[in-house]
């Protein structure tokens, strides 16, 4: 039997494919200690050896060079000699200086309190359908503001996206809640297209400060106002042009999503959206890839959280009283917008 | 920028290999779970929906689900309709029928201990240089076994090809020590192949009571002895026709390797060999890919392990007295066979 992890799969029997996921780990590990050191930054455009960038980066030349030697075979980084080099989508995505890095979603991502959740038990998350997560962790754990920080690399160009698409409605939204803020992207971006609209923004307060911090760089704090606190308890007033629901319906179920649906259609205006953001898997639940996989994400992290199809979605408009949806995906994310039709 | 994991990544830019890297527990959290669960046997010929796999598992339904269509994505089953079924690699390596079974290994590979031990804090093993790992664990803490079990299912095949190399020599062995035997596969092998070999196997004690076990189900009770402790410490006696060093020196730096090589070439019959299996990456350190990734597995276990190359390799046997080495692949494994030279 075969261990070599570089054979092609398809078609073909081999362990490839299960040696890859046994190991897994190791990937993500090697991934964080890259991005922590900043090892892909240090090399940069010019590149480095083992012990200039052990240099660079305080770390053992002997740990520096089977830590690039492994991102070598992971198709990370070049190797020439003794000298590595970052690949074009490295040079992208994990070198501090370009504009689209990424690197600071692994916090959050690969944080031990994830890890744990993930591997120490995974049976029992799939034998009970959910966990607790991280539900027992408190509003103000440091790990929430780790979450909105580290996803705010994630989805910078789908907020983009969706405050463009708003752009072009016939009005102008003045009065914006942007419920489960984390980073604020999502209202800030649509405060920034429209510099007559106020957002209100709801979430935990520890996370809100890193919301209000990205407002204040935005130009945009004069109109952000926080409202701390759980979207299910808050009170959000009412009278809302547009209501902003990014990445929040999949930590619950069906009920739950209903019932917070039909709170934000109470607070509209005559005229207001709402517009959520989710990643919405085929009815097959198995396509496209990233929608269909986040499922078993929210197995691990919460007790009842999944990645609604289109036909979940419209269930849950239809009972809270919408008249249904519609949805627009945010390529090349993998993200899509869900508008809800009064 | 795109975050669909299916995406070719070759040559064009794309977040999808940092993507799978940065998630990449996740995949080893829903193997062992399937595992775990036996899935993939309760699945075995005639496949199975989510609800009539909940029941021969006696997990949710939910979970089953989520589980299986994640294992869908990542290519370990199939679906049609709501009926999952094993791929041809799935059902050598996954359904527990199978003579190829691998699931063991995750017992291991995926144990809570090592996901601490990669993920806690990796920056920390590349700045230093290496890790304590599991030093500090206690020789009879039931790691050692699991390592000792699950490793088994990977070697087998080794471990019968070792043995029929060493048949093909003129003269048969008679005094054979296993160092560091573990699950004692390839001393068994060895027994099983020389009907008046003796083998002596180190390791610690409680380990080697899965060896012999193992020696008991091969039929080979009668001439298989133990020696518990320290292959460093203990003394194993001399006039040895056959040691075998089974993926052990990968565990250590080069000093130490010499320690023990010089150890063992003071214990051998006139006539007697050593063979060590080893992963063997080439001079440029970052292919074959198994091999050469095993080095920053080391990085992470131990104080200062590696996966040695030939160069390293002849140059611990001149050091320890040898006169060479010579080295032969094992394929499909990525394992090699290292014959030192009197």
């Known amino acids: 039997m075969s261990l070599n992890a570089d054979e092609t799969v398809s078609g073909e029997i081999s362990p490839a494919l299960l040696v890859d996921a046994m190991f897994g780990f190791r990937k993500t590990a090697a991934i964080k200690a890259a991005i922590e050191l900043d090892v892909f930054t240090a090399i940069g455009g010019s590149g480095g050896t083992a012990a200039s960038l052990a240099s660079a980066t305080k770390a053992s030349e002997r740990g520096m060079r089977i830590l690039c030697d492994y991102l070598v075979v992971g198709g990370f ?60 962790v408190s509003a103000d754990n440091p790990v929430w503001v780790r979450f909105a920080r580290g996803m705010g690399s994630f989805v910078a160009s789908s907020a983009e996206s969706l405050a463009a698409e708003v752009a072009r409605w016939p009005t102008a939204p003045k009065r914006v809640l942007d419920i489960a803020a984390g980073h604020g992207l999502f209202g800030i971006e649509v405060a920034k297209a429209f510099p007559k609209a106020e957002i209100v923004a709801v979430d935990w307060r520890s996370v809100l400060e890193l919301a209000e911090a990205n407002a204040r760089n935005a130009g945009v704090a004069d109109r952000y106002r926080i409202l701390p606190g759980s979207a299910f308890e808050v009170d959000w007033g009412s009278d809302y042009d547009l209501v902003l629901l990014p990445n929040f319906l999949h930590h619950f179920d069906i009920d739950t999503c209903v019932t917070l649906l039909q709170k934000i259609r109470a607070s509209l205006s005559e005229t207001g959206n709402v517009i959520a953001v989710e990643f919405i898997p085929n ?60």
Chains 1, 2 share one sequence.
């Open 283 to 342: 009815e097959d639940r198995v396509s496209p890839p990233f929608p269909a996989a986040f499922s078993f994400e929210m197995l691990a992290c919460t007790p009842r959280g999944d990645a609604y199809t289109e036909k979940d979605l419209a269930e849950m408009a239809r009972r809270a009283g919408f008249g249904g949806i519609s949805t627009r995906p945010l390529p090349p994310s993998p993200s899509s917008l869900i508008f809800f039709k009064r």
């Open 77 to 136: 980084l070049t190797k020439t000699g003794d000298r590595y080099g970052l690949t074009p989508s490295s040079r992208v995505f994990l070198d501090r200086q370009s504009p689209a890095y990424l690197g600071s979603a692994i916090d959050f991502v690969a944080a031990p309190e994830m890890a744990r959740l993930f591997l120490d038990d995974p049976s029992a998350y799939v034998r009970n359908g959910g966990s607790v997560g991280l539900a027992n």
